[in-house]
T-cell receptor, first 117, second 111 residues
Framework: AQTVTQSQPEMSVQEAETVTLSCTYD???????LFWYKQPPSRQMILVIR??????QNATENRFSVNFQKAAKSFSLKISDSQLGDAAMYFC??????????????FGAGTQVVVTP | NAGVTQTPKFRILKIGQSMTLQCAQD?????MYWYRQDPGMGLKLIYY???????DKGEVPNGYNVSRSTTEDFPLRLELAAPSQTSVYFC??????????FGSGTRLTVV
């Protein structure tokens, strides 16, 4: 079974600065997808970014970018120019690309991002 | 608005009571899922369904039941509530190769 590890329970960043959240995963598969989800106090789960394992290029969405190191099984999220609205819990998630996995996700325990003015 | 609708948003149950958490999606997604999120933890899969009439257990199914009579609806049943079931419950749906769309969650407290 795949496991997803987020080793940082909490990260603090000042507005306009950059913070990087780490995520490692364990899998023997070659076809899979990785995600970062944001959960603000409203509890809503919001997709931040998605990475396909077969793509070498790192995904980017505005101020959010990832550093995907397939051999090292590492998938870190960088938040640039941090804003107060970025304060939330961030979850790393893994989904197998095999059809018999039925789209199930494996989530990490989360990293709380605190943004200070 | 298209999406996943969960009801209720909050509920307090007494030990031994039963309830059904409702989940409906209007995106014609085949796949639907129920997760629970305990404080300070990630989401764990309770049950999932890959189509009407097809359901299967996830990582933490004990104490729960599901049914999927239509593509749109995927209710989660708690038969004998226990304090260990105090959690936030999320329903999600997707296409087979797609990204999840989550509901807004149900906060359940069992006292």
């Amino acid at each position: 079974a795949q496991t997803v590890t987020q080793s940082q329970p909490e990260m603090s960043v000042q507005e306009a600065e950059t913070v990087t959240l780490s995520c490692t995963y364990d899998t023997s598969e070659s076809d899979y997808y990785l995600f970062w989800y944001k959960q603000p106090p409203s509890r809503q789960m919001i997709l931040v970014i998605r990475q396909e394992a077969y793509k070498q290029q790192n995904a980017t969405e505005n101020r959010f970018s990832v550093n995907f190191q397939k051999a090292a099984k590492s998938f870190s999220l960088k938040i640039s120019d941090s804003q107060l609205g970025d304060a939330a819990m961030y979850f790393c998630a893994y989904r197998s690309g095999t059809t018999d996995s039925w789209g199930k996700f494996q989530f990490g325990a989360g990293t709380q991002v605190v943004v200070t003015p | 608005n298209a999406g996943v609708t969960q009801t209720p948003k909050f509920r307090i149950l007494k030990i031994g009571q039963s309830m059904t958490l409702q989940c409906a999606q209007d995106m014609n997604h085949n796949y639907m899922y129920w997760y629970r999120q305990d404080p300070g933890m990630g989401l764990k899969l309770i049950y999932y369904s890959v189509g009407a009439g097809i359901t299967d257990k996830g990582e933490v199914p004990n104490g729960y039941n599901v049914s999927r009579s239509t593509t749109e609806d995927f209710p989660l049943r708690l038969e004998l509530a226990a304090p260990s079931q105090t959690s936030v419950y999320f329903c999600a749906s997707s296409y087979p190769s797609g990204t999840y769309t989550f509901g807004s969650g149900t906060r359940l407290t069992v006292v």
